[in-house]
């Protein structure tokens, strides 16, 4: 099956569609607050791991080269544990291309600040489906892959990216014997359980039906209509906000929303009609008070 069929019928145009890798993901180390370590073995994590995912198919869907979804997992190594063994974070982006248009939206920009893992130079990188690697690092990885991928089919179509959110629910399931932190509920209510558990909880489907309302059904329509496209966004904002004052459970999926969308939802309302502007900044105030300073801007930019 090939996916986002209205893309690929335009991207064909430009390039062949074949069996390439769905990701372009940029890795990298930073350990600048580790002292006293060999710092050659971040770089061959990094090549290990770029190998690794060059090589890797996540899917089975076909992809054009200019198609790959465009990503970065970025590790900042804060303590080296053991020989083999490392304490940090890691910062998850995800971005994609607009309809249209030469502009690149981010998706999602999370950082995860309970990475830990054991890496021994010279093992390559590998990654099985079906059991959990003790090791932690390809676990970690893996999830992300294929929460990114979820949050990327969700955008191309209504509830799209469901295969891939079960996948990233297997990690976490099969992680529950890990002694590493990150994978368990009671660890934590923003953990990698947590996220994989709200996105797939049927209380929270309005939130990922506005995940594709805001893509395909705005930003993908602005290259026609700027207005309907701008329209329609308002509209997911406004439905948000109503997931929003409906449960509190729904927080931390819209605080990654908002921390990915804030910055691009100033921009686009920032030359929107004056009722609009009252309207958005309306919304805004309950579905995302955190950012409110910055959503006054949209008054005030012409």
Known sequence: MIRRIVFILFLSLFACVGNSQELQCSISFQSASVQGTNKQIYENMRNSI??????????????????????????????????????????????????????????????DNNIQFRYNEGQPVTFNETSYDQDNLMPIIAFYVYFMLGMDYDSFSQDGGTEYFKKAEQIV??????????????????????????????????FRTQV?????????????????????????????????????????????????????????????????????????TVADPGNLSKYQKIKTNK
């Open 173 to 206: 399931n099969q992680a529950q014997v890990s002694s590493f932190s990150g994978w368990k509920s009671y660890e934590d209510t923003k953990n990698r359980y947590w996220l994989i558990n709200n996105v797939l909880d049927d209380n929270h489907r309005t």
């Open 212 to 284: 594709y309302n805001y893509h395909r059904l705005g930003l993908d329509q602005m290259s026609e209509s700027v207005d309907k496209g701008r329209t329609a966004i308002l509209d997911c904002i406004d439905r948000l906000r109503k997931v929003k004052q409906n449960s509190s459970r729904n927080a931390y999926l819209l605080g990654l929303f908002f921390t990915a969308k804030s910055d691009e939802i100033v921009s686009l309302f920032s030359q929107s009609p004056d009722i609009e502007k009252t309207k958005v900044i309306e919304f805004l």
């Open 50 to 111: 770029n190998e690794f995912m060059r090589n890797q198919r996540w899917t089975t869907d076909k992809f054009a080269t200019i198609e790959r979804i465009e990503c970065s997992l970025n590790f900042n190594i804060t303590e080296q544990i053991s020989s083999n063994e490392f304490k940090g974070t890691l910062t998850v982006q995800l971005r994609r291309p607009v309809w249209g248009t030469a502009y690149t939206t981010t998706m999602l920009n999370l950082q």
